[in-house]
């Protein structure tokens, strides 16, 4: 099953260190199979809050072992990771993904990620989810991951912590989804007092 790895990252120092983190690690991680989908800041805030020094990464896998082989390398472990220590607070988890892994991305594609804090209501979160994931497909939209971590690699991601991350053909097709009638009239009420959620959509990497 293919897997992905989600890094929400607090940065405390963005050059010298992390520059060189990043020049190193996007080689290694291609060399075991990975590939980046998103890095960096949010193209768009949709809901929520994302801090000015919050920093998203989210790269694809063949399967959570491929994820967990270059993660607990002696490549990675040893000689990159520790070029961003003292850098960032970095809570970072490997998630089962949906279907088959995503074909590299247009140019203009964007991922839409939410981090939901749940709070409760069950009942209403399983009609909510029901009834968006009939109409993200009306957009283009596809699910990437829905649900919480398989396994958490750095930091803590709470109990509660749920993570959807959807790929949306365009930045276009992403906000026609989020501000349509369908979505902020009959669908986005549904989930009212299910919890807290962070919603911003990211450029896809350029390949």
């Known amino acids: 099953m293919v897997a992905y790895l989600i890094a929400n990252n607090h940065v405390t120092e963005y050059?010298?260190?992390?520059?060189?983190?990043?020049a190193t690690v996007t080689q290694t991680a291609v060399s075991f199979g990975g590939r980046y989908l998103a890095r960096g800041i949010p193209v768009?805030?949709?809901e929520g809050q994302w801090l000015a020094r919050q920093r998203n990464v989210v790269s694809v896998w063949p399967d959570q072992a491929a994820a967990e082989r270059f993660w607990f390398s002696d490549a990675y472990q040893k000689d990159i990771r520790p070029k961003r220590i003292g850098t960032s607070v970095?809570?970072?988890?490997?998630f089962n993904g949906e279907a088959d892994p995503p074909a590299p991305p247009a140019n203009d594609a964007v991922y839409m990620l939410v981090l939901a804090q749940l709070a409760g209501a069950p009942d209403r979160g399983s009609a909510y989810?029901?009834?968006v994931a009939a109409l993200v497909p009306q957009y283009g939209g596809k699910y990437l991951v829905r649900g919480g971590p398989a396994k958490v690699v750095e930091g803590e991601w709470l109990n509660r912590m749920r993570v959807v991350l959807t790929a949306f053909p365009s930045l276009q097709a992403a906000t026609d989804f989020?501000?349509?009638?369908?979505?902020?009239?009959?669908?986005?009420?549904?989930?009212?007092?299910?919890?807290?959620?962070?919603?911003?959509?990211?450029?896809?990497?350029?390949s």
Request: glycine fraction near 6%; proline fraction near 2%; aromatic fraction near 12%.
């Open 15 to 22: 050059e010298g260190s992390v520059a060189a983190y990043r």
């Open 178 to 206: 989020w501000y349509s009638d369908a979505y902020q009239k009959d669908t986005k009420p549904l989930r009212d007092g299910t919890g807290l959620y962070d919603v911003a959509l990211f450029a896809a990497e350029k």
């Open 44 to 46: 768009k805030i949709l």
């Open 129 to 131: 989810a029901k009834t």
């Open 90 to 94: 970095n809570d970072i988890a490997i």
